[in-house]
């Protein structure tokens, strides 16, 4: 057989091949490095705009109103200020009244401070009585127009009075509290996160203390004791197809399950998990990110060299001795971080809570998993759909705190993962 000559790498031909084939990995690798650059000119964009649209939501406009307390003639007393029904005689003296004809008196009539201003000033009466008995100035956020307005006046399309106002001290711009520690309110100047970021951790951690020792055991169950048959290979096409359900379909079996089995027992017994509750939300949230955790845990257990088990097993280790202090911490990296990323998914989920009831308007922080709550996607989506002003920025001021619980759970998962890897190499 004749052996084939030699190729002739200095050809014109071969020449033009290798010209053509350098041509072709510099046109990938400008293709690789635009989708790079348009990638990051998303995220730059979507950051910004939430920076952008969400830096009202952080500050508020304050406004300087004096108030005599002796020429209101409010019917209250120190005593009362003082007793557990403060709140009470408080709202039946209507101050709130009082404090807006104060404001209208200061500034000729004009309505300007937010309709629940009022409440910074019973905070401070019960917690200084004496104020009863002097006149006090007091720095009360202005109305969402007031709001609108001031932005106007920046562009330049403002009212003098309005400039007149700031110029002369009046109004002055800070860091407004109220929005971490504040719930929900039909006033967009009072609302806040507080309630929902509550009710997400509670959410989230009900769904943790769920989703992550079930996931784990059914992981090492089905990667180191379950024989290789049709059943099992039955179970692991099921957790995958799971994994690729719709969330809103978790909805609808919470709805129907979780909601539902109280019926079962009698209405006098009341509901086993009440509609809008941290609970449900939880259970809920923990069955969609069930298999991803599974997934993950498997191939954690499973990357962890045979020769560990081989070398636990021949020094007389028992099996659940090999697999808790040998292949789990070897896998625990892995296992982790898809915990952690099912986490930070079932954050994010607003479908599934919709469903259960978890869109309720809470005043009240949610003090235990069984109470009404809400989560921060969901008030989000609700702020959305207002059409004041206000609530447009205090939508991207969520966001933005989501964005950085999102980015925080992802940094952990990230932290542990180089920790354990460090630690057990």
Known sequence: MNNPAPTDWKSAAMQRRLRKRYRAERRFHLAGLAAAVLSAGFLAFLLVTMAWNGAGGFTRTELTVTIDFPALHLPLTAEQLRSPGADLALAGAELDDAVQNAASANYQGSTLISGNAWLKVRDALKADPALLQRRQDFWLPVSDDTERELRDEANGAGHDNIGKLRGMGFLRTSFNRDFLTASDSTDPTAAGIWGALKGSLLTMLVTFLIAFPVGLLSAIYLEEYAPRNRWTDLIEVSINNLAAVPSIIFGLLGLAVFLGTWSLFGQEIGPLMPRSAALVGGVTLALMIMPVIVIASRNAIKAVPPSIREAALGIGASRVQVVF????????????????????????????????????????????????????????????????RGFVEKTSAAIIVLLVLLLAMNGIAIYLRNRFEARYQ
């Open 325 to 388: 202090h040998h292949v789990i911490p070897l896998a625990l990296p892995g296992i982790l971080t898809g915990t952690i990323i099912g986490m930070a998914r079932a954050l994010g989920e607003t479908a599934p809570l919709l469903l259960i009831g978890m869109r309720a308007f809470i005043v009240t922080p949610p003090a235990s998993v069984t109470d009404s709550a809400t989560v921060l996607p969901v008030q989000i989506f609700l702020w959305s759909d207002e059409v004041g």
